[in-house]
């Protein structure tokens, strides 16, 4: 009997450890399976870049006057960003770091119109390696070809009655309606960037103003553009609607959709937040809880890790972002602690010998204007021809002292320099350090030392000169032509 029993028992082990491994097999197929989807069904990664509007003019950043209605829709179904940045107000360095995931000294592009480093894998790269096709719609500013070699790309097109290209929807539409890959498109539009409509009779009392403007209520030039821009801003909500109307027919809910603008136009070439803070909203339904906000910072160089991250990939320890990804996923954590900024003023058509530098917390930014009146003695070489342009930098902007340093809590606008106020002489100790050392790893053309004031130029002095005259500045004829290689910094990728 006993025998028996334990014959039973072996029996009844036996199928017990049969059904154990049936259960296994179940689980290791799923898992198999879920793995298999997690590498089809990575989602379509969408940003759309408008061009050179400021944060202060969207309806859900507070501006109740001015038509952003595409815009107040992604925030209301997705995530409001209120510390987004840039680190450098100006196109193609502020595109560049979206692509880069770097910030423009280390990437290279640091002046406007110039190149991003010959041996830098930007998203083009990144994002095919993860199994992604590339692709940019809409407006460039970014080079050289080798850098950014996009899977598919379309130029702007030309419309009637208006002052900036379109878009191209066509091509959009069409590559949504057969994409077979997942994808990473990123929608550059023209708007908007002047030249702005033409908007008759316009009135001050349609403008919103903010501490930075207040003073041009009566300036009639001013609000007639400012209208216009307006106008402007109003068009690309019309583009935005019908990108949005295409992804909601033709993708499903699996697709990220980012909304921003590369810089703000009020304080362009600038660091400060009128020009460094950005608009960014996030759409993302399978994820994103509608009608959310993020306060951490965040920063354009934070995309890219971003984007390889959701791609389930993880981005170079050489990239200077990091993934905000939690936050997108209603984790509420530290990013960054700091962001940085850059300014470089040669190369525009008022080009001008002052570089700044920047860096900031929540609360607290400190500012380093190089070329400051206060300085610019000791910054002389000795060389008239160029202490010319460093003395003529130095006096364009004279008003801008040395060191800048603003609670932005109590400040948002940047008017109250605190530099100088002695309850705060330790938070300006720290906040110098760190940028300090944040430029030395950036390898920085600048460092600490007064008296080191380059004059960047590009390789074979091709592209820009400080002593040539450009339409908006005259030099005089003794300086003309008089700059050589001894008396300039060559950057040599540019």
């Given at each position: ?31 198999q ?51 987004a ?5 100006i ?12 910030y ?56 009637k ?24 498109m ?31 209520k ?14 402007s801003?109003?068009e ?106 850059v ?38 070489t ?73 004059i ?39």
């Open positions: 009997m006993l025998e028996k029993r334990s014959l039973f028992e072996m029996f009844l082990a036996l199928i017990f450890l049969s059904l154990i491994g049936c259960k296994d097999q179940q689980k290791e197929g799923l898992v399976k879920h793995h298999n989807l997690s590498e089809t069904e990575k989602p379509n990664l969408i940003f759309y870049l408008a061009d050179d509007q400021d944060v202060y003019d969207y309806g859900c950043y507070g501006n109740e006057k001015v038509h952003t209605a595409a815009v107040d829709r992604l925030a209301k179904e997705g995530m409001l960003f209120n510390n940045f840039t680190a450098q107000a196109c193609a360095p502020s595109r560049s770091q979206l692509f880069t995931g770097k423009p000294l280390k990437n290279g592009c640091f002046a406007n119109h110039t190149a991003t480093r010959p041996d830098i894998k930007s998203v083009t790269t990144q994002m095919k390696n993860l199994g992604y096709q590339v692709v940019l719609a809409g407006k460039s500013h970014v080079k050289p070809e080798g850098v950014y070699q996009w899977d598919r790309e379309w130029e702007p097109v030309p419309k009655d208006v002052p900036r290209d379109y878009i191209p929807l066509d091509s959009i539409e069409a590559y949504f309606k057969t994409s077979k890959k997942p994808f990473c990123f929608i550059t539009s023209k708007y908007p960037h002047g030249k702005y409509f033409d908007v008759e009779n316009p009135n001050a009392d349609d403008i919103k103003f903010y501490p930075f403007n207040e003073h041009k009566n300036d009639k030039a001013y609000v007639k553009a400012k209208a216009g821009y307006y106008r801003i109003e690309d909500n019309t583009q935005i609607e019908k990108v949005l109307d295409l992804v909601d027919t033709y993708l499903d809910d699996n697709t990220l959709f980012i909304y921003s603008a590369d810089h703000g136009v009020s304080g362009k070439f600038t660091v400060k937040d009128i020009g460094l803070k950005v608009p960014f909203v996030a759409r993302w339904p399978k994820v994103i809880k509608p009608g959310s906000t993020s306060n951490q910072l965040i920063h354009y160089t934070d995309v890219l890790p971003t984007f390889m991250a959701i791609a389930e990939g993880k981005s170079p320890s050489n990239m200077d972002g990091n993934s905000f990804l939690p936050l997108l996923q209603g984790q509420d954590v530290e990013i960054n602690k700091y962001v940085y900024g300014r470089t003023n040669q190369n525009i058509l008022n080009s001008e010998v002052f570089p700044s530098r920047m860096i900031r917390d929540k609360r607290y930014k400190y500012i380093r204007n190089f070329n400051s009146i206060e300085v610019v003695g000791q910054n002389l000795g060389k008239a021809n160029v202490d010319y342009f460093i003395k003529r930098g130095a006096n364009a902007h004279k008003n801008e002292p040395l060191e800048e340093l603003y609670d932005l809590q109590n400040d948002p606008f940047e008017q109250n320099n605190l530099a100088q106020n002695p309850e705060l002489q330790s938070v300006k100790a720290k906040l110098k350090q760190d940028l300090f050392s944040w430029m030395k790893s950036q390898e920085d053309i600048l460092d600490e030392t007064i008296g080191n004031m380059p960047i130029t590009p390789k074979g002095n091709k592209g820009f000169k400080l002593d040539q005259d450009t339409p908006r500045r005259k030099i005089p004829d003794s300086i003309k032509n008089t700059l050589t290689v001894n008396d300039v910094t060559i950057i040599e990728h540019w």
